[in-house]
Every structure is written in structure tokens, then in C-alpha cells.
């Protein structure tokens, strides 16, 4: 198979990689909230994942991989209601164009995407089996909660304390909890609440808790100890601090054997969030940027990373990824298949394998870019475009590319952006941004009329 080494948050370090099942690999990723459009945080994560599923496939790996839906929750119940529409109708709606962003951005569909209104009769299982081993106990206010403190390996994911944990906490009476750290498995159905978010159970009317769900899919579909678990760092704790709990408080078995968390996205130094608002929809920018700019905008960062977001940045990628086309027009390939034995392959590979290190496997592509505009082999243009395509990149023809990127994907604001970008680069005396910049803008198709005072105007090629 491979030489693939992960990083394993568990364990803190890079591991080498071995299956449960030789040949086989079965992976989960906590996926979306559905009451909302995807931003382009979302769409890092979604992306890491992608990434990390197709190079197990070219790794000859023989993958399950599920990426669950939330499709209830107090979001989304609060958003149907205050739009005057059923749960089924908001989530439905907004599972489409979670759909239409991934197909966009070349993001493959998993072999499983659960919901977890598919689930409820299994998070139940899950909650009595706790129950039964004293982990769980039905409140006062009627929610079952999980006892923190009664599970010894609590904190092991994320390296909290407990102590550190409870400092400065106190229990709210109100809530019925017996302590602060314990978390909700079961909520007692509310009167305000929709009668579609009421299930039945041994403790009464109610709905399941937010992190039992993946516990119940996860399960479910891979088995009680599964090869990799996934999601963003935001879920490290307490998401599947939580999900490790109860997993492995009912089967006694250690839940998964390596978890992947990729890093934020960041707008102006802080995480792009819906909470803060500093967030933009993958719709926002599929205005401005071909899609496989943005693709190859994310790729150029390594999964674990912080990912700065800025339109200078996509305008770079939409650049860079523009010299990779230039390479390709007018040379075609032999037709034959991948030689993962070629020296480029090699260490593409390499690069892969060592935590799906998609910089160094980026920088190969340009290595031999720089090889096809020298040489124009055909062998070359074979190896340039099958490695891309590993990556779900350079699957178009150069003259479809160049449609789809130029200025008809770039709205007048965002080419307005780049021209004041370049202005303020210009008047501190960074000559090499400004001329980036311009250089960009005319691979995207975008010619600038300049005057000694500055650019006056602007058109499409």
C-alpha cells in the first residue's frame, strides 16, 4: 500500500498509518449544520477531507468514508420557525446547496452521508447502555445527561483537565445537572418546539443531544472502533471529547485510532465564523473566482495550517494555477497510464504520505510544468496531469479554464479590490506586489489602463 504517516491528535505525533483491516479503510468526518449556506471554512474543511479521501483511493486503499448532516438541532429548529417552514423544508433546501458548493468545487461524495434524524432509535441504544453503566441519569428538568467525571479517560483528546476544566464553575440548579462539565444526551421535548422534533423514549418526549448523533452514525456505519476520525479543530473539544465518551462509555472499545482535525481559516487574524460574521459564502466567492482557483487557493496551504483568506490571496492562486494551464497549451500527453516509478511521482508521493502534505506535492506540479514549457514531452504532460487530477486539479482543457477564470467569474468589485490593493502597494514603494497584481489580473483576463496618476480605467481582454 503506502509509507502514509498522519498526525494523530490523539497521540499528539506523526504516526505511521495501519489499517483494522489490511487494504481497507474506514474513516468519519463530522460534516454540516444544514440551516445555512457553506462559508469558505466550511469549504476548508470539506476540502482537507476530499484531499485525504483521494489520496487513500491513488494509495489502492479500499475506503468507507461517512460524512454525517445535522439536521436538527436548536439552529435550525430557531431558523424554521422564524421562517414560518417545517425542519424538512429549510434543511432539504439547504442540503442541495451544501451539495451544488461541493460539486463545484470538485469535492467527491462520500460513500455515506448520514442524517441524524436517521439515527434517533440508535443514539437511544446508545443513551440506555450508558444509563445502565451508571454513566447517564435522567435531571430534574427531565434532559439525561452524561456523568463527565464518571468516565476515567475524559480530557485525553484534547488535554484538558478536569480540575482545569471546572475551575471557577459552578452547577446551576436550573438546569438540573450534577455537575457543570456533565452534557446533554437527550433533551425533554418543550412545548414551543415543533411537534417534527419530538421523538418518543423510556425518559419521555424529546430530541437528541447534538453530540450523541455522531456517536450513533459513526457506530452505526464503520463499527464501534473505526481507522480515522475527522473534522475541523473547532470539534476537538468539546465535540469529540464528548463523542470519545460516550462511544467508548457504552462499548469499552477505543472509538477510532486516529483523529484528523484541520486548521481555521482566518479573516484579518481571527477564525472565520457565522458567531463572529466575518465569514464568506462559497456562493460569495464562486462570484468573483473560478471554482478550481478556490480549490487550488486552499490546496496551496497544509490541511493543519491557518488558512489566510483575502482576495489578494485567491488573485495570487488564480495566477499561479493559470501557469500551470499556460504549460499545457498546445502539448498533449502519450495516453498512457500514471508512472507512479518517475521521479516526480516519487516524490509527489513522498509529500503526500507525509500528512497529506499538499504544498510540497503542489510544488512538484510546478517542477514539472517547468519541464513540459522546456521540453514539451508528452510523458511530462501525462505525469503533470495525472498528478493534478490526484488532487482534482488541471481536469479541463487550457482554453476551457481560461473561460471559466476570466473575467466573466470576476465581479467589478473584486477587480476594483485588486486595483486598490495594487494602488496602496504602489504608494508604499513595493513595486514587486503591484506588478503580482497586475500580472494577475491579466491572466484573469483584466487589462488596466495606466496614467502617470494611477490606473484610470480598466477592461476585459
Not at 48 to 60: E, T
Request: charged fraction near 30%; proline fraction near 3%.
Amino acid at each position: 500500500m503506502s509509507n502514509l504517516k498522519i498526525y494523530n491528535t490523539l497521540a499528539r505525533e506523526k504516526q505511521s498509518f495501519k489499517p483494522i483491516e489490511a487494504g481497507k479503510v474506514r474513516m468519519y468526518v463530522c460534516g454540516m449544520t444544514v440551516y445555512d449556506y457553506c462559508h469558505v471554512g466550511h469549504g476548508r474543511m470539506l476540502m482537507a477531507f476530499d484531499v485525504i479521501y483521494r489520496w487513500l483511493k491513488a494509495s489502492g486503499y479500499d475506503v468507507r468514508y461517512a460524512r454525517n448532516i445535522t439536521d436538527i438541532d436548536d439552529k435550525i429548529i430557531k431558523r424554521a420557525v422564524e421562517n414560518g417552514e417545517t425542519i424538512g423544508q429549510l434543511t432539504n433546501r439547504f442540503i442541495q446547496y451544501m451539495n451544488e458548493d461541493c460539486q463545484a468545487l470538485g469535492i467527491l461524495e462520500p460513500t455515506d452521508v448520514p442524517r441524524a434524524t436517521e439515527y434517533v432509535p440508535q443514539m437511544l441504544g446508545i443513551i440506555e447502555k450508558l444509563e445502565a453503566k451508571d454513566l447517564a441519569y435522567k435531571a430534574a428538568d427531565g434532559d439525561v445527561n452524561y456523568a463527565v467525571r464518571q468516565f476515567e479517560g475524559y480530557g485525553k483528546l484534547s488535554g484538558k483537565s478536569l480540575d482545569d476544566l471546572r475551575a471557577g464553575e459552578r452547577v446551576d440548579v436550573n438546569t438540573g445537572k450534577r455537575d457543570p462539565l456533565d452534557f446533554v444526551l437527550w433533551k425533554a421535548a418543550k412545548e414551543s418546539e415543533p411537534e417534527e422534533v419530538k421523538w418518543d423514549s423510556k425518559w419521555g418526549r424529546g430530541r437528541p443531544g447534538w453530540h450523541i448523533e455522531c456517536s450513533a452514525m459513526s457506530c452505526s456505519l464503520l463499527g464501534e472502533t473505526f481507522d480515522i476520525h475527522g473534522g475541523g479543530s473547532d470539534l476537538q473539544f468539546p465535540h469529540h471529547e464528548n463523542e470519545i465518551a460516550q462511544s467508548e462509555g457504552a462499548s469499552g472499545k477505543q472509538l477510532a485510532n486516529y483523529w484528523i482535525h484541520n486548521g481555521f481559516v482566518r479573516v484579518d487574524g481571527e477564525k472565520m465564523s457565522k458567531s463572529l460574521g466575518n465569514f464568506f459564502t462559497i456562493r460569495e466567492v464562486l462570484k468573483a473566482f473560478d471554482a478550481e482557483v478556490v480549490r487550488f487557493f486552499i490546496l496551496r496551504a497544509h490541511y493543519r495550517s491557518p488558512l489566510n483568506y483575502s482576495d489578494v490571496h485567491l488573485e495570487d492562486a488564480r495566477g499561479a494555477l493559470t501557469r500551470l494551464y499556460t504549460a499545457l497549451d498546445g502539448v498533449q500527453g502519450d495516453g498512457l497510464p500514471l508512472d507512479w516509478n518517475e521521479d516526480h511521482a516519487k516524490r509527489f508521493a513522498e509529500a503526500m504520505d507525509d500528512d497529506f502534505n499538499t504544498p510540497i506535492a503542489v510544488s512538484v506540479l510546478f517542477d514539472l510544468a517547468t519541464e513540459v514549457n522546456k521540453t514539451k514531452s508528452p510523458a511530462a504532460v501525462r505525469q503533470l496531469k495525472g498528478l493534478a487530477g490526484v488532487l482534482g486539479l488541471l481536469e479541463r482543457s487550457p482554453e476551457e479554464f481560461r473561460k471559466g477564470a476570466q473575467g466573466e467569474g470576476m465581479d467589478e468589485a473584486a477587480i476594483e479590490a485588486a486595483i486598490a490593493t495594487r494602488a496602496a502597494a504602489k504608494k508604499s514603494r513595493d513595486f514587486a506586489t503591484a506588478d503580482k497584481v497586475r500580472a494577475d489580473l491579466l491572466a484573469a483576463g483584466i487589462v488596466l489602463e495606466d496614467k502617470p496618476d494611477g490606473t484610470t480605467n480598466w477592461r476585459r481582454a
